[in-house]
């Protein structure tokens, strides 16, 4: 352990040797070391030279640069450093000033050696704490930053707050999950050279997280190219769906910007698919001491993760699920299907999300109302789904069922035969 560094700053001539004399043990031990300085300005300049000055014991009166002017330059220029102010009895008036300005304590003049020596031991001490406080307030800002770099700041909002709430153990919760998927990633990862797809790949997810951020999102993992985020845990939002849903409205309009750009760049980059539901699942820190992975474990996470492949067999980009939209009192969107899900026994109804403009279109209203004529069984249904192919040819959804019609199928209810 390296001596502990003081600065003493004293015109008087007799000072160095006092202070040498009375600290020789402390200083042959290696305890303490003393530097000494004539005055504030060369006070100043030994900082300078000498960053291992850990506490200043400093006169008032001194020529160039007094004692007060001294301190106030230290605040200034080495606010980690605490200072003693010695004074000559009863000058109460530079005492207070030099408390206001930050003195940690005072002595008398004539210095009387015991209090000295009692004096420096209680300021080693604060500054001992203080700079032990500091250190966990950095290690803490630290560890936080670190942690944003991989969890929600919700999560690490949550630690901080309780770091007991991501402990080893879950709970039980109803929560909104969100699953994305970027088509045809794999060809394109073999057919593209590594630095273009790390440059991609990383710009890509980057942004989703963003996204799933700035909607106070938990992002739960990242595989490849696809992002698993939950909303309302570990903090409870009542609107966590909603949350959820205007989740998934931004993330399309940012890769459908993002596909066509790179389209334009030559990289066939494909479509991003995103599937959205709610429910109960298990939520919690899983892992223990060595390994830290927050998430959701149950059956509402993984018709998630189906839901957003139902996108690819009916051509959207966006699926959310009845118990989502039960949730949002004005939710926007249109009707798919009631969906059988592959390993399911039980339907769901599946709904697409859309933004407020194509919502407010005529060819919505177009698609609604022949969505009904279709679950109604009404004969209609293939005349209006083929009137609304002819005025707007590039809707998936509407071809989708347009098809299932003129091969012979009837109603709303969907098998879908893969995962």
């Known amino acids: 352990m390296s001596a502990i560094r003081i600065l003493v700053v004293d015109?008087?001539?007799?000072?160095?040797?006092?202070?040498?004399?009375?600290?020789?043990?402390?200083?042959?031990?290696?305890?303490?070391s003393f530097v000494f300085a004539r005055d504030g300005q060369h006070a100043l300049e030994v900082l300078e030279d000498d960053s291992d000055v850990v506490m200043v014991l400093s006169d008032i009166n001194m020529p160039r640069m007094d004692g007060l002017a001294l301190l106030e330059q230290l605040n200034e220029l080495h606010e980690d450093l605490a200072t003693v102010i010695v004074?000559?009895?009863?000058?109460?008036?530079?005492?207070?000033?030099?408390?206001?300005?930050?003195?940690?304590?005072?002595?008398?003049?004539?210095?009387?050696?015991?209090?000295?020596?009692?004096?420096?031991?209680?300021?080693?001490?604060?500054?001992?704490?203080?700079?032990?406080?500091?250190?966990?307030k950095t290690d803490a800002e630290k560890g936080k930053a670190i942690l944003s770099r991989y969890f929600s700041p919700n999560v690490v909002q949550a630690l901080s707050q309780n770091p007991d709430c991501l402990s080893p153990q879950g709970e039980r919760r109803f929560?909104?999950?969100?699953?994305?998927?970027?088509?045809?990633?794999?060809?394109l990862v073999e057919t593209t050279d590594s630095d273009v797809i790390v440059a991609l790949l990383n710009e890509y997810l980057d942004r989703l997280a963003k996204i799933v951020f700035e909607h106070e999102g938990t992002v739960m993992k990242v595989v490849g190219d696809a992002l698993h985020a939950m909303f309302g845990a570990p903090l409870d939002q009542s609107d966590h769906a909603?949350?959820?849903?205007?989740?998934?409205?931004?993330?399309?309009?940012?890769?459908?910007?993002?596909?066509?750009?790179?389209?334009?760049?030559?990289?066939?980059?494909?479509?991003?698919?995103?599937?959205v539901n709610s429910g109960q699942a298990?939520?919690?820190?899983?892992?223990?001491?060595?390994?830290?992975?927050?998430?959701?474990?149950?059956?509402?996470?993984n018709v998630a993760a189906r839901l957003e492949s139902v996108n690819?067999?009916?051509?959207?980009?966006?699926?959310?699920?009845?118990?989502?939209?039960?949730?949002?009192?004005?939710?926007?969107g249109r009707p798919m299907g009631t969906l059988l899900l592959k390993g399911?026994?039980?339907?769901?109804?599946?709904?697409?999300?859309?933004?407020?403009e194509r919502?407010?279109?005529?060819?919505?209203?177009?698609?609604?109302?022949?969505?009904?004529?279709?679950?109604?069984?009404?004969?209609?249904?293939?005349q209006a789904f083929a009137s609304l192919v002819g005025k707007s040819d590039d809707d998936p959804l509407t071809m989708y069922h347009l098809g299932r019609l003129l091969a012979g199928e009837t109603g709303v209810e969907i098998e879908l035969l893969t995962k």
């Open 175 to 187: 929560a909104t999950f969100l699953f994305t998927d970027l088509a045809d990633f794999t060809p």
């Open 87 to 136: 004074s000559a009895y009863g000058d109460m008036a530079n005492i207070r000033t030099a408390m206001n300005r930050g003195a940690f304590d005072f002595v008398t003049k004539p210095i009387e050696f015991d209090d000295l020596e009692t004096t420096i031991s209680k300021t080693l001490s604060h500054l001992k704490v203080l700079r032990q406080l500091q250190q966990e």
């Open 242 to 275: 909603k949350r959820a849903v205007a989740c998934a409205l931004a993330i399309d309009a940012f890769t459908t910007e993002f596909q066509t750009a790179k389209n334009s760049a030559g990289i066939p980059l494909g479509v991003t698919r995103v599937g």
């Open 359 to 382: 919502f407010a279109s005529e060819c919505t209203a177009d698609y609604v109302e022949a969505f009904a004529k279709l679950k109604a069984g009404d004969d209609g249904a293939r």
């Open 312 to 332: 690819k067999q009916l051509g959207t980009r966006l699926c959310v699920s009845q118990t989502v939209i039960d949730q949002i009192d004005d939710f926007q």
């Open 344 to 356: 399911k026994s039980q339907m769901l109804n599946a709904y697409e999300p859309l933004t407020e």
């Open 282 to 301: 298990i939520i919690g820190n899983f892992g223990g001491d060595y390994f830290f992975d927050y998430t959701a474990y149950g059956d509402a996470v």
């Open 11 to 32: 015109d008087e001539p007799d000072v160095e040797a006092l202070v040498s004399q009375r600290f020789r043990r402390q200083v042959r031990k290696g305890e303490l």
